[in-house]
């Protein structure tokens, strides 16, 4: 999966998106909010504010921890 399109968006988006697919923030603890999922799932995001971007590695630990595919991308209106 290509995650250039991803590169730009912010903390906010990424939270929005994370909100909307059923995750539920946990803990925060400084910069890391954990997030987790009824059926069990868990991602950490690390931001100080919600302008902050992610830089390539952790864009691709979250979507591993997440397990979204680029269709669960489109449905959250985060890639077109």
Request: hydrophobic share 35%; proline share 2%.
């Amino acid at each position: 999966m290509d995650i250039v399109p991803l590169r730009n968006l912010t903390a906010a988006n990424w939270v929005r998106a994370v909100e909307h697919d059923g995750f539920r923030r946990r803990k925060t603890r400084g910069s890391h909010h954990i997030y987790q999922h009824s059926d069990g799932r868990r991602v950490l995001l690390v931001y100080h504010g919600q302008h902050d971007t992610f830089n390539p590695k952790a864009i691709r630990q979250v979507l591993q921890s997440i397990r979204w595919t680029e269709e669960d991308l489109r449905r959250l209106h985060l890639i077109i």
